[in-house]
């Protein structure tokens, strides 16, 4: 038996759920977000915080959705009206979840991700995500005011700069330091103190480390090695996975990503339609990694129509 995961916006689906959430309900929130995400970058990355990961920025965005309003079923339905797949994707998690278990770790909102299986037909049952009941978690009047100045303050600050290759705070420019200072100052000295920062200590977004955990469980449920996994992936929350993956002899795809994930997988994908994963998957399936690995190093429409099932060798001519 082998084993199919992978992550959900960038193979799947195209997108940003928290980025998108944000730009609804928080006026500027496109630049709000982009702000606290390179300070997550920063944090993850340069800082190094303890107890602090990449994928966290769902966290720090939570208090400012509420006093914004955002409720779960808001959520929810903002995410069901917006979701935007790729080309095949609905094939493809239909093909793979035929040929063998196949699963969705994600560290996106389960609002989002449930809208997402609702919509392609993939079951909730076998996903991973960030957990969170926005409506369980009360904001007094003041804070909620409180936040919305805050929102305002951090929309105006400069967009941070990470020179490639820093490893330290005092790598940034000055300016750039103080702005990580004062979002230091707001989110752990200020919202923290605030009823509202239960969600910052509360909320554990599924980052790195919880997809590969999340990678061991299912290959530990279903009593498979790792290296009958194959794990598909596009961006810095799957870095840890593929690490996992590949050193337990798994199978490890970069499908549309960015420099992390093709620096870290054995296989990139750049590709307007997920077929091409429904076909690599199919081999996997049937001869493991070095099947997988013999038709990408030999990649033809010939090859793919003496390795794969035959309707999709067929497909992959007709797309492309």
């Known amino acids: 038996m082998r084993v199919f995961v992978t992550d959900c916006e960038g193979?799947?689906?195209?997108?940003?759920?928290?980025?998108?959430?944000v730009s609804h309900y928080i006026p500027g929130g496109d630049r709000f977000f982009t702000i606290v995400s390179r300070y997550d970058d920063v944090l993850a990355d340069v800082v190094k915080r303890p107890g602090y990961k990449a994928g966290d920025t769902?966290?720090?965005?939570l208090p400012f959705l509420k006093a914004y309003g955002a409720t779960d079923e808001g959520m929810r339905k903002f995410s069901a009206r917006n979701i935007l797949l790729v080309s095949g994707a609905i094939e493809t998690l239909k093909y793979v979840l035929e040929i063998m278990p196949s699963f969705i770790v994600s560290t996106s909102y389960e609002h989002y991700i449930n809208a997402l299986c609702e919509a392609t037909g993939f079951p909730f049952s076998n996903t991973y995500c960030t957990k969170v009941k926005?409506?369980?978690?009360?904001?007094?009047?003041?804070?909620?005011?409180?936040?919305?100045?805050?929102?305002?303050?951090?929309?105006?600050?400069?967009?941070i700069e990470i020179p490639r290759d820093a490893k330290s705070l005092d790598d940034l420019s000055s300016s750039d330091i103080a702005v990580v200072r004062r979002l230091d100052e707001i989110f752990w000295s200020e919202i923290s103190k605030m009823s509202a920062g239960r969600m910052l200590r509360e909320v554990n977004p599924v980052g790195g480390?919880?997809?590969?955990?999340?990678?061991?469980?299912i290959s530990?449920?279903?009593?498979?090695?790792?290296?009958?996994?194959?794990?598909?992936?596009?961006?810095?929350?799957?870095?840890?996975?593929?690490?996992?993956?590949?050193?337990?002899?798994?199978?490890?795809?970069?499908f549309n990503?960015?420099?992390?994930?093709?620096?870290?997988?054995?296989?990139a994908v750049?590709?307007?339609?997920?077929?091409?994963?429904s076909i690599l998957a199919d081999v996997f399936n049937k001869g493991g990694k070095e099947a997988v690995m013999n038709l990408v190093e030999n990649w033809?429409?010939?090859?793919?129509?003496?390795?794969?099932?035959?309707?999709?060798?067929?497909k992959l001519k007709n797309i492309f």
């Open 11 to 21: 193979p799947i689906s195209k997108n940003d759920n928290a980025f998108e959430l």
């Open 220 to 254: 530990s449920n279903f009593k498979v090695e790792l290296s009958d996994v194959i794990y598909v992936g596009d961006s810095i929350t799957d870095v840890e996975s593929f690490r996992l993956v590949r050193s337990g002899g798994g199978l490890t795809v970069s």
């Open 300 to 314: 033809s429409l010939s090859a793919t129509e003496k390795s794969c099932n035959a309707l999709l060798a067929n």
């Open 270 to 277: 750049l590709s307007k339609h997920t077929i091409i994963i």
């Open 58 to 61: 769902l966290r720090l965005i």
């Open 134 to 159: 926005i409506d369980e978690y009360e904001l007094k009047d003041f804070e909620a005011e409180r936040i919305r100045e805050l929102a305002l303050e951090i929309r105006e600050m400069p967009i």
């Open 209 to 217: 480390y919880e997809k590969a955990n999340a990678v061991k469980e």
């Open 257 to 267: 990503g960015n420099a992390y994930a093709v620096r870290e997988a054995e296989i």
